[in-house]
């Protein structure tokens, strides 16, 4: 079930040089929440302190609360690993793993939960079908996941993380590295998906968050600049360096 | 001259001087190839390896206990070394930073540098002078010594190859990450860590100053670890450079044998790592 995830004073460094400072947002519940700004804002690292994949990075750090459905995921007892599993992510790039066949590569979320067999087989269906995959490649299960194109491989990320029967679903600037139908394609999956999560994505294509997303945060030097509904914040910005990058002064 | 044809001209004589270096390079290496296979092919025979080997002036015999003796202990440093190169090599890819890392990544590297006669002599005041006896579990021990180092820095620079994005996608699935690492990096990785490994395993198999020091030899047939058992490079040293005609053959035949095994590893990794993906 699409979850909310509210975010309190987050502060988040690599080493001694501060990423974030002091970001308040509130993430609504089955909606879509595009983060915008320019390069080196903090987005990305944004988006890692949602599932605590940052403070893998050596020598980063990060302090503040992060409440999923009102639990803090940086309490001294929540374990990061089940928490991964309550928040799925897609990557940059696609990176489907390389030894793996398409099939292995969206079973392997659910297989870590121990789900084996038939099961195994309908989750996998399943996610294939939510990410718009199935009719593509039901006849090459058994092919290496490298063997699609850039486009497909990118929706067997996301039907990988999609597997694991995520909450919330991260997603760190999917369509970079994809051409403009693989990415309207992924926009099109973006829509059918937020009945069933809460989805946030990072984009640095502001088309492309006035497109999708139903909420934006505009993110400037690793501050929450702000934040409010899409229509809202593209045609009447509250701030003047909102409006500045939304009109292309910047960035 | 112009410049273009001075130009062309650079261009052809470097090229040549390129190409004459590899034949330089590569002439010596078939040369070797092509006389052992010429000299051990007339002493190999079906004999070779089941006979054992005959007193001197006595024709014929074989060297079925140095094969097996070669075997065994290159088995058994690959049972000992192994999992210590592989899980050392995994320390350092995947958690080693720091002091104590750098220490011991450079302690690996001037480890891969020891000579083996060396290894070979610290496992004798080590080992055979507590024991009271030469052993084929101290020649074991000498030839792991030689595959530890190797495996430890192929393993981690194999996997340091492995691209980050992996990790963070098996991570980001809630998997932990020894997981991660056995599931994706290793399994990346396996293609090449098992090339290391069988280079690795060829060498120590064809170490001969390690075993003089530890195993001996044997002229019996002797399956027992703790005693001194024959290997073919130690047998390839004596039967060499003794003054005897057909022990010299037997040396070409046994040298020949050692070179078709490395060979038959070599060609083992490719088979077992061309793996059904790639990226």
């Not at chain 2, 002439?27 to 089941?50: C, D, H, K």
């Not at chain 2, 001969?208 to 058992?229: G, I, Q, V, Y």
Request: proline share 5%; aromatic share 8%; hydrophobic share 45%.
């Amino acid at each position: 079930m699409a979850q909310s995830l509210t975010v309190e004073n987050l502060n988040a460094w690599y080493g001694d040089k501060q990423a974030l400072y002091e970001i308040n947002l509130h993430v609504l519940p089955a909606k879509i929440t595009g983060i915008i700004g320019p390069s080196g804002c903090g987005k990305s690292t944004f988006i890692r302190c949602l599932n605590r994949l940052h403070e893998v990075v050596r020598g980063a750090r990060v302090s503040g609360r992060v409440l999923l459905n009102g639990q803090d995921i940086y309490a001294p007892r929540a374990d990061p690993v089940l928490l991964r599993q309550r928040i799925g992510m897609v990557f940059q790039k696609p990176n489907p793993f390389p030894t793996m066949s398409i099939f292995e590569n969206v079973a392997a979320g659910p297989r870590l939960q121990g789900v084996r067999g038939a099961a195994l087989h309908e989750v996998v269906e399943r996610s294939l079908v939510q990410a718009g995959l199935w009719e593509e490649v039901r006849d090459r299960l058994s092919q290496s996941g490298a063997s699609l194109s850039g486009g497909q491989q990118q929706r067997l990320c996301i039907a990988r993380a999609l597997a694991v029967n995520p909450e919330v679903l991260l997603m760190d600037e999917p369509c970079s590295a994809l051409d403009p139908a693989s990415t309207l394609r992924i926009e099109e999956l973006m829509g059918s998906l937020k009945e069933h999560y809460t989805i946030v994505i990072v984009t640095h294509n502001m088309q492309q968050a006035s497109r999708v997303a139903d909420y934006t945060a505009f993110f400037l030097e690793g501050r929450l600049i702000e934040y409010g509904p899409t229509a809202e914040l593209f045609t009447r910005p509250q701030d003047p360096r909102t409006e500045s990058y939304i009109t292309g002064r910047f960035g | 001259m112009s410049h273009y044809w001075r130009r062309r001209l650079l261009n052809y004589l470097l090229l040549g001087l390129c190409v004459a270096c590899t034949a330089v390079a590569v002439f010596p290496l078939l040369s070797i190839l092509f006389y052992v296979a010429v000299r051990g092919f007339q002493a190999l025979s079906p004999e070779f390896f089941t006979q054992m080997p005959r007193p001197v002036g006595e024709p014929g015999g074989g060297m079925a206990n140095a094969v097996a003796g070669t075997f065994i202990m290159v088995g058994l440093a690959a049972l000992l070394g192994l999992p210590v190169g592989i899980m050392a090599g995994i320390y350092l890819a995947e958690y080693g930073r720091g002091r104590l890392a750098d220490v011991i990544r450079f302690m690996t590297d001037v480890f891969t540098g020891v000579p083996s006669v060396v290894i070979g002599v610290f496992i004798y005041t080590v080992v055979v002078t507590r024991m009271g006896s030469f052993s084929a579990l101290a020649g074991g021990l000498a030839l792991s010594l030689i595959i530890i180092p190797l495996v430890t820095r192929t393993t981690e620079e194999l996997l340091r190859m492995v691209p980050y994005t992996l990790r963070e996608a098996s991570l980001a699935l809630g998997a932990t990450k020894a997981r991660t690492i056995v599931s994706v990096v290793l399994r990346s990785a396996a293609g090449g860590v098992v090339t290391g490994v069988m280079l690795a395993i060829a060498r120590a198999a064809g170490e001969t100053a390690p075993l003089l020091f530890t195993a001996l030899s044997s002229r019996h047939w002797s399956l027992a670890l703790r005693e001194p058992m024959a290997s073919l490079p130690v047998y390839i040293y004596t039967y060499a450079i003794s003054p005897f005609r057909d022990w010299q053959v037997q040396a070409w035949g046994a040298a020949l044998v050692l070179l078709l095994t490395v060979l038959g590893l070599n060609l083992v990794a490719r088979a077992v790592t061309r793996s059904r993906y790639r990226y």
